[in-house]
């Protein structure tokens, strides 16, 4: 029996938790866990500028695995719209009508955050079910976000910090998530946000991007003597500039810059301890996460 049997006794119920954390006022995210690159320079005691793995980041982030998601959505729905509630798909696996039936010639959209019927179609208002890969992902609660400017040894830098509590399952309230233990250095890319971007980076040597997850490229100029040239903008694979043969391009190994406007990603470099294990349950955790272009060790070029 309580020693105060008089006061009231409250119970915590974890799964409110999930609910709240993973509702529409929450962020999606993808999350990356980070892995430390074995390679070392002794003489400077820091990793090794060099290597071909990590180019001296010191790590190296693993992507969210594709999984399968289920949604269903209604043609011509003007309260629904028809887009995926999931980002970065990768491919269709299946589109069916309300009877079960496969429909046949359905795509992803310009956008891919839709389908696209061909020939058949399901009548207007009525529901059909997408089955489609994409990464996995989740959701948090931001808070506190904000942009500092600060002076480093290379000028004037903007530092874009914010803090976040993540729910320990995922919106299915059933599935443990993956980032519920992030820890220093794992990285957060958050698809719904766009951030506008300039990055210079070295022709043919390292022109992979800071935020890989692009949407589109503005401009790309470089210097010509004592005069800026412009180029089309290029194609971006696997978040790295990919220059079409045959077609105009900086000189071979001169420097560039390169506008863009993608999601930006932040890496974990607070973690915040709380215990929050009350009654056994293993309660939401609270990370501090700063913009990417602030990594210790990235270059300008790196990413």
Known sequence: MPQYPELPQFEVQAGDFDRLLNGPLSYRALYRRALMCPCWDEGRGSPDYHCPVCSGVGY??????????????????TTNPERFDKGGVVGLVSVTDRHGRVIPGVTLNANRDG??????????????????????????????????????????????????????HLEDLTTPN????????DR????????????????????????????????????????????????????RVAWTPGTPAPPAQSWYVIQYI??????????????????????P?????????????????GG
């Open 115 to 168: 389908v696209q019927f061909g020939a058949v179609a399901p009548a207007m208002g009525a529901p059909y079910t997408v089955v489609f890969m994409a990464p996995e992902q989740g959701r948090l609660h931001a808070q506190g976000i904000r942009t500092d400017r600060q002076w480093l040894d290379r000028g004037e830098v903007a530092t874009g910090d914010l803090e976040c509590s993540i729910p320990r």
């Open 60 to 77: 190296t982030w693993a992507e969210p695995p594709i999984v399968t998601f289920t949604e269903t959505h209604y043609r011509g729905s």
């Open 188 to 239: 957060f890319a958050f698809p719904d946000l766009k951030r506008r971007y300039q990055q210079r980076v070295r022709r043919g040597s390292s022109e992979q991007l800071t935020y890989t997850r692009v949407s589109e490229v503005l401009s790309v100029h470089s210097l010509d003597g004592a005069v800026i040239r412009t180029y089309q903008p290029p194609p971006i694979v696997a978040g």
């Open 262 to 283: 993608a999601a930006p990603e932040y890496f974990v470099f607070r973690e915040i301890p709380q215990q929050r294990h009350i009654d056994g349950h293993d309660l």
């Open 285 to 301: 955790r609270r990370v501090g996460l700063r913009l990417f272009e602030s990594y210790p060790h990235r270059g300008e070029s």
């Open 178 to 185: 993956p980032a519920w233990l992030a820890a220093e250095h």
